[in-house]
């Protein structure tokens, strides 16, 4: 029996720490930096109540920030989606953030590994930045994909004449 058959509570959600990145942007009217998303990797904390923010490097017109404690959840209904990801080139990490006007920065709240998902929150104004997939977290996805997700069986439609 495999693992996921014995504890599948395991399976479906961890925490996750992303970790963005602020550059200056000089002579821009628009706006002072740009921001990016350099990787997600698995938190090993386990405690949810554990948020954490941190800036860890500023150097020059460089800044980066590691937002710790961020749940990764898969869900069977997004099975397909995850397929299609683990299957592509470069499979990615979605982590959707909101503008936090206090801070001035974007500040993730949802990472996600489903297209679909990534794509419903950018239609809505949300800020969706993409990251290469870590190994681990591509191992544990690809876990529950085949434990989870059952292909739809093609079929030819009949010509109505």
Excluded at 27 to 44: E, F, Y
Excluded at 117 to 144: C, H, K, L
Aim: hydrophobic share 40%.
């Amino acid at each position: 029996m495999s693992d996921f058959k014995k504890n599948p509570e395991k399976y479906k959600k961890f925490q996750v720490t992303v970790i963005m990145q602020r550059q200056e942007i000089a002579n821009n009217p628009w706006t002072d930096a740009s921001w990016k998303a350099l990787g997600v990797m698995i938190d090993n904390r386990h405690d949810p109540e554990l948020k954490n923010f941190e800036r860890v490097v500023a150097d020059g017109d460089i800044e980066q920030y590691l937002w710790s404690g961020l749940p990764l959840a898969l869900y069977a209904d997004e099975c397909e989606s995850y397929y299609y990801n683990i299957m592509a080139d470069n499979p990615l990490i979605f982590v959707i953030s909101r503008a936090n006007e206090v801070l001035n920065l974007p500040e993730p709240f949802v990472v996600t590994a489903s297209f679909d998902e990534a794509n419903a929150y950018q239609e809505s104004d949300d800020q969706v930045f993409s990251v290469t997939m870590a190994p681990d977290i591509y191992r544990w996805i690809e876990g529950f994909v085949l434990e989870n997700y059952v292909p739809e069986k093609k079929y030819k439609r009949k010509r109505k004449v």
